[in-house]
Antibody
Framework: EVQLVESGGGLVQPGRSLKLSCLASGFTFSNYGMNWIRQAPGKGLEWVASISSSSSYIYYADTVKGRFTISRDNAKNTLYLQMTSLRSEDTALYYC??????????WGQGVMVTVSS | DIVMTQTPSSQAVSAGEKVTMSCKSSQSLLYSENKKNYLAWYQQKPGQSPKLLISWASTRESGVPDRFIGSGSGTDFTLTISSVQAEDLAVYYCEQYYDTWTFGGGTKLELK
């Protein structure tokens, strides 16, 4: 069974940093690209970042480019999202999702990030 | 950037009713080399993460009931639920993956 479990969220002050993790199981992690997608409270879905299976290709939404860094450790079956210079508008539930070629077929349950002073 | 527009934003339905919702993209999602439309539909129930229903505009995922039908090509797409059940009350999102990824604003199905 495919499982994706996010962790690392919490309350953080504006301008500070936070690192999210997504632990994958139930599939060969190193064979799949991965996405981070977020959802602000009561709002829709917003793609954040993407990384290919071998980390060769990385893409970011304009709203986070230069502030967020996506990475992965295939030996640990873990996806990361390093978030810096956080803003109130980054407050959201952050999901990791597996990419079946380019389609996000499995999603984690999400981890909440709240940016507030 | 490709903009995805979903209509309506919400819709009140009764069990057994046929429902259609629209998704329009600001540019074509049809890739000429493989003749595929790079569009997916997701269902999100309250308190749950999104669930992939349909990819490539019309390919249902394994286990998804056949009352969910995706159609359309190019810039205009439709998700039809042939006979709505109570468990289908949710928010439905379309997503393009032709050029990075973009979601529509969602269509919320509510009980009439």
């Amino acid at each position: 069974e495919v499982q994706l479990v996010e962790s690392g969220g919490g309350l953080v002050q504006p301008g500070r940093s936070l690192k999210l993790s997504c632990l994958a199981s139930g599939f060969t992690f190193s064979n799949y690209g991965m996405n981070w997608i977020r959802q602000a409270p009561g709002k829709g879905l917003e793609w954040v970042a993407s990384i290919s299976s071998s980390s060769s290709y990385i893409y970011y939404a304009d709203t986070v480019k230069g502030r967020f860094t996506i990475s992965r450790d295939n030996a640990k079956n873990t996806l990361y999202l390093q978030m810096t210079s956080l803003r109130s508008e980054d407050t959201a539930l952050y999901y990791c999702a597996r990419l079946r070629t380019v389609v996000a077929d499995y999603w984690g349950q999400g981890v909440m990030v709240t940016v507030s002073s | 950037d490709i903009v995805m527009t979903q209509t309506p934003s919400s819709q009140a339905v009764s069990a057994g009713e046929k429902v259609t919702m629209s998704c329009k993209s600001s540019q074509s999602l049809l890739y000429s080399e493989n003749k595929k439309n790079y569009l997916a539909w997701y269902q999100q129930k309250p308190g749950q993460s999104p669930k992939l229903l349909i990819s490539w505009a019309s390919t249902r995922e394994s286990g998804v009931p056949d009352r969910f039908i995706g159609s359309g090509s190019g810039t205009d797409f439709t998700l039809t639920i042939s006979s709505v059940q109570a468990e289908d009350l949710a928010v439905y999102y379309c997503e393009q993956y032709y050029d990075t990824w973009t979601f529509g604003g969602g269509t919320k199905l509510e009980l009439k």
